[in-house]
C-alpha cells in the first residue's frame, strides 16, 4: 500500500535551496510528477531487530523511536531537506505503516514531499536489495538511499559533489568508527569489523568485507595488486548505508534476485567485479558498462565504485542500528543540541540537570533530583531524590523516589518502584520494576508478554 503526503508549509529556506540536489521547486500533484531531479531518494524504514527490546510487535516502529526528543526519522529527512531534495520514497513494512503515516500527519516539521511504500512482501527477512527491488519502478534517475537509522552531518552537497565529480557507478558513504561510552555486560563493544581496502589517491573502494566473514588472512589478486600497487587497509571506517548509485544498478538487481542486501551482496559485488572480469560478464555487469559516443558506437568502460569519507571530528556519521550506536548518538545529540534543551518540562529547583541533559514536555523532576548526561521524554514522572546519570527514558515513564539509573536504556511505559538501583540495564516496553529492586548488566523484560507471543506463533 502507498500513500503520499504533500508539504503544506513554506518553501524550503534559501539556503537549503543553494545545496539543491534537485530542481528546488514546488511539486505538482501526481506521485514524483516534478520538475525533472538528477537525484531520486529512497529511505529505508526497517524493523531494527538489533534495537530489541526497545523494538518489538505492538511497540513503536524503530523510525521512530526517539533520538534527542525527535524521532529517528526526523534526521535522515532532515538531511535530504537540506540536500535540496522536494520528495522522498519512504519504505517501511505495513505493520510500521500507521505509526509512521500518524507521525507524518501530525508531527512531520519539514518540507518534504513523501510518498510512503510499504510493500506486501516487506518483512523482517528481507533486505534493502529485495525491497529496493520491490520499488524499483518509482526510481527514474540514479538514486540516493539510506537507512532511517543512518544518522550524519556530514554536508549532503559534499557527497553529492564528489558523485558529480567523479561519475562513479556507486558512491558509500563511509565514516570513523567511534568509541561507544554505552558498553555493558549486556552489550559488548561491537567486535565485527569492517576490513575496508581503498586506494586513497582515488578514494575507489577495492576491498570491504566483514571480520566476521574472514577465516584466516586477507587476501588480493596478483591482477589488483598490479592495477593499484597502493592499497590501504584499515578496519577504522564503519559503512553509514548511505549510497548514491547509477540507475542501471536497479536493472541488475532485477537480473540477479540473489542479491538480498545493499550492504552485504550488492555493494561487495560491485567492488570485487572492478577487477574481476569473469565475475562482472557471469552476473551481468559488464553489458551497462558503456558509454555512448558522439558516432553512436558504443565504448566500454570500467567500473568504478567509490567512497566519501569525511575528515576525522570534523563531523558525525553513525547507524543507530543497535544499542551502543542508539546511545551513543543520543548522547551527542544531547550534548550538542542548542538551547533550550528543556522543553515545558516542571523541574524542582531543588533539582540539578546537567547541560549535557535533554527534557522533553510534560515531564517533571522532583526535589534533590540529580540528572546528568541523560535524555528523558515525554510526560515522564520522576520522583524526589532520584539519581540518573548516562541514560535514556523515553515516554511516559514513571520514576519512584530515591531511585538510582545508571547507564540504562528504558523504554516507554515503564514503572520503576522506589528505592531501586539498576546499573547497565535495558527495560522494555511498559515492563513494571518492583519497589527495592537491584540489579546490574540485566534486560528486563515482561516475560508474560514473551510467552503469550510464542504461543501465538
Given at each position: 500500500?502507498?500513500?503520499?503526503?504533500?508539504?503544506v508549509k513554506s518553501p524550503l529556506s534559501n539556503n537549503a535551496a543553494n545545496l539543491t540536489a534537485s530542481?528546488?521547486?514546488?511539486?505538482?500533484?501526481g506521485v514524483f510528477n516534478s520538475i525533472p531531479t538528477e537525484f531520486q531518494a529512497v529511505v529505508f524504514?526497517?524493523?531494527?531487530?538489533?534495537?530489541?527490546?526497545?523494538?518489538?510487535?505492538?511497540?513503536?516502529?524503530?523510525?521512530?523511536?526517539?533520538?534527542?526528543?525527535?524521532?529517528?526519522?526526523?534526521?535522515?529527512?532532515?538531511?535530504?531537506?537540506?540536500?535540496?531534495?522536494?520528495?522522498?520514497?519512504?519504505?517501511?513494512?505495513?505493520?510500521?505503516?500507521?505509526?509512521?503515516?500518524?507521525?507524518?500527519?501530525?508531527?512531520?516539521?519539514?518540507?518534504?514531499?513523501?510518498?510512503?511504500?510499504?510493500?506486501?512482501?516487506?518483512?523482517?527477512?528481507?533486505?534493502?536489495?529485495?525491497?529496493?527491488?520491490?520499488?524499483?519502478?518509482?526510481?527514474?534517475?540514479?538514486?540516493?538511499?539510506?537507512?532511517?537509522?543512518?544518522?550524519?552531518?556530514?554536508?549532503?552537497?559534499?557527497?553529492?559533489?564528489?558523485?558529480?565529480?567523479?561519475?562513479?557507478?556507486?558512491?558509500?558513504?563511509?565514516?570513523?568508527?567511534?568509541?561507544?561510552?554505552?558498553?555493558?555486560?549486556?552489550?559488548?563493544?561491537?567486535?565485527?569489523?569492517?576490513?575496508?581496502?581503498?586506494?586513497?589517491?582515488?578514494?575507489?573502494?577495492?576491498?570491504?568485507?566483514?571480520?566476521?566473514?574472514?577465516?584466516?588472512?586477507?587476501?588480493?589478486?596478483?591482477?589488483?595488486?598490479?592495477?593499484?600497487?597502493?592499497?590501504?587497509?584499515?578496519?577504522?571506517?564503519?559503512?553509514?548505508?548511505?549510497?548514491?548509485?547509477?540507475?542501471?544498478?536497479?536493472?541488475?538487481?532485477?537480473?540477479?534476485?540473489?542479491?538480498?542486501?545493499?550492504?552485504?551482496?550488492?555493494?561487495?559485488?560491485?567492488?570485487?567485479?572492478?577487477?574481476?572480469?569473469?565475475?562482472?560478464?557471469?552476473?551481468?555487469?559488464?553489458?551497462?558498462?558503456?558509454?555512448?559516443?558522439?558516432?553512436?558506437?558504443?565504448?566500454?568502460?570500467?567500473?568504478?565504485?567509490?567512497?566519501?569519507?569525511?575528515?576525522?571530528?570534523?563531523?558525525?556519521?553513525?547507524?543507530?542500528?543497535?544499542?551502543?550506536?542508539?546511545?551513543?548518538?543520543?548522547?551527542?545529540?544531547?550534548?550538542?543540541?542548542?538551547?533550550?534543551?528543556?522543553?515545558?518540562?516542571?523541574?524542582?529547583?531543588?533539582?540539578?540537570?546537567?547541560?549535557?541533559?535533554?527534557?522533553?514536555?510534560?515531564?517533571?523532576?522532583?526535589?534533590?533530583?540529580?540528572?546528568?548526561?541523560?535524555?528523558?521524554?515525554?510526560?515522564?514522572?520522576i520522583g524526589n531524590g532520584v539519581v540518573l546519570s548516562n541514560s535514556i527514558l523515553m515516554d511516559n515513564?514513571?520514576?519512584?523516589?530515591?531511585?538510582?539509573?545508571?547507564?540504562?536504556?528504558?523504554?516507554?511505559?515503564?514503572?520503576?518502584?522506589?528505592?531501586?538501583?539498576?546499573?547497565?540495564?535495558?527495560?522494555?516496553?511498559?515492563?513494571?520494576?518492583?519497589?527495592?529492586?537491584?540489579?546490574?548488566?540485566?534486560?528486563?523484560?515482561?516475560?508474560?508478554?514473551?510467552?503469550?507471543?510464542?504461543?501465538?506463533?
Amino acid at each position: 500500500m502507498s500513500v503520499l503526503y504533500e508539504a503544506v508549509k513554506s518553501p524550503l529556506s534559501n539556503n537549503a535551496a543553494n545545496l539543491t540536489a534537485s530542481s528546488g521547486g514546488r511539486a505538482r500533484s501526481g506521485v514524483f510528477n516534478s520538475i525533472p531531479t538528477e537525484f531520486q531518494a529512497v529511505v529505508f524504514a526497517g524493523y531494527g531487530n538489533s534495537l530489541y527490546p526497545l523494538t518489538g510487535d505492538d511497540v513503536l516502529p524503530k523510525a521512530l523511536l526517539p533520538i534527542g526528543n525527535k524521532p529517528m526519522l526526523h534526521y535522515p529527512l532532515q538531511w535530504l531537506e537540506v540536500a535540496g531534495f522536494s520528495s522522498v520514497i519512504l519504505v517501511c513494512m505495513e505493520e510500521a505503516q500507521a505509526h509512521i503515516n500518524a507521525w507524518l500527519r501530525s508531527g512531520y516539521e519539514g518540507h518534504l514531499r513523501i510518498h510512503v511504500e510499504a510493500p506486501s512482501c516487506a518483512n523482517d527477512s528481507l533486505g534493502t536489495a529485495d525491497v529496493l527491488r520491490s520499488i524499483a519502478h518509482l526510481i527514474k534517475t540514479d538514486f540516493l538511499c539510506l537507512s532511517c537509522d543512518s544518522i550524519t552531518d556530514v554536508p549532503p552537497y559534499q557527497l553529492l559533489d564528489s558523485y558529480r565529480l567523479n561519475n562513479p557507478d556507486a558512491l558509500a558513504l563511509f565514516s570513523h568508527v567511534p568509541k561507544h561510552e554505552y558498553v555493558t555486560s549486556l552489550t559488548k563493544e561491537i567486535d565485527e569489523k569492517l576490513i575496508v581496502g581503498l586506494e586513497e589517491s582515488s578514494s575507489q573502494l577495492l576491498y570491504n568485507k566483514s571480520s566476521a566473514d574472514i577465516d584466516s588472512d586477507v587476501s588480493f589478486r596478483m591482477s589488483l595488486l598490479w592495477k593499484h600497487p597502493r592499497i590501504t587497509l584499515t578496519t577504522a571506517l564503519a559503512d553509514t548505508h548511505i549510497y548514491v548509485f547509477r540507475h542501471w544498478v536497479l536493472d541488475l538487481l532485477k537480473e540477479n534476485e540473489e542479491l538480498s542486501s545493499l550492504r552485504g551482496d550488492l555493494l561487495p559485488l560491485l567492488v570485487k567485479a572492478q577487477n574481476q572480469h569473469s565475475l562482472a560478464e557471469r552476473k551481468g555487469v559488464t553489458k551497462f558498462l558503456v558509454d555512448e559516443k558522439e558516432n553512436d558506437k558504443p565504448n566500454a568502460r570500467n567500473l568504478k565504485v567509490n567512497v566519501f569519507i569525511p575528515e576525522k571530528g570534523a563531523c558525525v556519521s553513525l547507524r543507530a542500528n543497535n544499542l551502543p550506536n542508539y546511545f551513543e548518538i543520543n548522547r551527542i545529540v544531547a550534548k550538542t543540541a542548542p538551547e533550550p534543551k528543556i522543553v515545558d518540562a516542571n523541574v524542582s529547583k531543588r533539582a540539578v540537570v546537567g547541560s549535557d541533559c535533554m527534557v522533553n514536555e510534560g515531564t517533571s523532576i522532583g526535589d534533590r533530583s540529580n540528572v546528568k548526561r541523560s535524555v528523558i521524554g515525554r510526560n515522564c514522572t520522576i520522583g524526589n531524590g532520584v539519581v540518573l546519570s548516562n541514560s535514556i527514558l523515553m515516554d511516559n515513564i514513571v520514576v519512584g523516589d530515591n531511585v538510582r539509573l545508571e547507564s540504562c536504556i528504558v523504554a516507554s511505559g515503564v514503572t520503576v518502584g522506589a528505592k531501586s538501583k539498576l546499573r547497565e540495564c535495558e527495560i522494555g516496553v511498559n515492563h513494571v520494576v518492583e519497589k527495592g529492586r537491584t540489579a546490574r548488566g540485566e534486560r528486563l523484560v515482561d516475560m508474560e508478554k514473551i510467552e503469550t507471543d510464542i504461543d501465538m506463533d
